[in-house]
């Protein structure tokens, strides 16, 4: 079959590779359908992720037809049509009883290399390094999909694939940010990151409620399409983002702040951006937190600051005072998919919200290389891109 | 602190082919007995720690020391390492007990046999020459607690617990390993060392994360690269070949 790979920093390929088989009695294997370009592949494909390997299969956004079954598997059929979660969970341990997909404890198998990364190993993911379970992804024609009979959700109504795809992590990425937030009416979210996760992030925080969400990057293209999720838009070229927000709370700071952004976030200080950017590159710092710092320090006295842009290690010159002397919460995680796609597919279902106003650019799996450099480079205004193999 | 990342199988298999040619016939058979344990016991509970205590621990042991080859033989080795498996009690009990199964999660183990109230397994190499021993068990508390030690001439003497406890507030079942081993000085001893490689604290909290899985779940965990249940090492993520 074909598949994307990931050949070393910068360099991804659309090579021939073995087809997939069952290796596990609960492991399903998909033919996909579609599949996506996630900004978490963007870290892997800057090379700022540990322990991936030349020829990795990449992509852990993937949906299809399920061709084979485990003997394990009895809730999916050959011929069903399914939505594949990333995170990787067995639904049995401790973890998943709590709903903690994302941190199941039995399904990486190289736990024990998370583990002096992390302190603790996460649960496993499609595509995303070693350290992560070594899965191969579903940027390909196949993937295997271990605990097939607790992840994926049949799609049996006639949605098209582009309303339902984004299921798999970024719609729910984004909705579990703004859950964090605990939105209480008159509540002003502010959102750092207008990147597919943002916007969801912004649509999210208002089906629960928010009085006002504001939504802070840099790319015009992109606060437009935060826009026509509902945000009021920042520039933070153009503005001192705490200076408007706080114009815009009078004085309060927002209630709650999402980081959407993560490790490589960008700054419009020139010599900070140099600082966290020198440091990263030479493996002093793994992440270059200014979004979080400003979030951090704008948030209101006692507000919540939820992380879901993805962090991989260490940062420098967090302001820790701020949280600690103004009483703020901070929450993190990444989604715990499994619980959210029942909910979030009657909300497609119902037209609470049409994923799909993300996508920006559609090509076949072949020309992944251009799109991994498209969308890294934010040219033709590209903000999320979907492959068809 | 990434791309430097070398998988430890390849470290391991290196150091193992290197042994395997250098010691020859020292490794052919290593026997841990303590037969009084088996008079008091039995042949099944015997066994049964003995093997789960050795599976996760000779390797080990000896891979302890070739971190530090040049450490003094008399030192000795301590292990520690502790899962909670969301399984009653008596269920994870009775699983250790099982003991020609756990080569299913102790991935360095070949094969365990049992007869005459002494439990005999064989691991293997990447070179392919087999390591084989005998071992029995001292102590037996249902549900609670099984001990073992070695005596006579074991190449690496060794004694080890594993203690079973509910884990609070119906979170499962409590199971922590405590190996120790006394590795013998010269030639052999550095063999063995070199043979079990590094990081043997690692290896048993791997096993013992194995054996949660074939509790919850029903068996090991696989990413593709791992084409025998027993051949667990790091996977690349490629599809199998």
Known sequence: MKANCWMGRGNVEVREVPDPRILNGHDAVVRVTSTAICGSDLHLYDGFIPTMKKGDILGHEFMGEVVEVGPSVRNLHVGDRVVVPFPIACGRCAACGLGLYSVCENSNPNAGLAEKFLGHSPAGAFGHSHMLGGYPGGQAEYARVPFADVGPIKIEDGLADEQVLFLSDILPAGWMGAEMCDIKPGDVIAVWGAGPVGQFAVAGAYLMGAEQVVCIDRFAYRLRIAERAGATTLDYEEVDVRDA????????????????????????????????????????????????????????????VAVIGLYAGFLDKFPMGAVMNRSLTLKAGQCHVQRYLKPLLTRIREGDIDPSFVITHRLPLDEAPRGYQLFRDKQDECNKVVLTP | MTGEHQPASERLSRALSGAMERMGPALERVRLAAPSAVRRFGPPAAVAGAVAATGAGVYAAARACGRRPEAAPDEGLDLHAAVTVRRPRDQVYRFWH??????????????????????????????????????????????????????????????????????PGGRGTEVRVHLRYDPPGGRAGLAVARLLGEHPEQQVRDDLRRFKQVMEIGEVVRSEGTRAPRLLRRRPARPVR
């Open chain 2, 98 to 167: 099982r003991f020609e199964r756990l080569p299913t999660f102790m991935t360095h183990v070949e094969s365990v046999t049992t007869g005459d109230g002494v439990t005999h397994w064989t691991a293997r190499g990447p070179a392919g020459r087999a390591v084989e021993w005998d071992a029995e068990i001292v102590e037996d508390l249902r549900d609670e607690v099984i001990s073992w030690r070695s005596t006579g001439t074991a190449l690496v003497p060794n004694s080890g617990t594993v203690r079973f406890c509910e884990a």
């Open chain 1, 245 to 304: 927000l706080l114009d815009l709370t009078a004085g309060r700071g927002p209630d709650a702040c999402i980081d959407a952004v993560g490790m490589e976030a960008h700054y419009a200080n020139p010599a900070l951006y140099a600082y966290d950017r020198t440091k990263q590159a030479t493996r002093l710092e793994t992440d270059r937190p200014y979004a979080l710092r400003e979030a951090v320090m704008t948030c209101r006295n006692g507000g919540i």
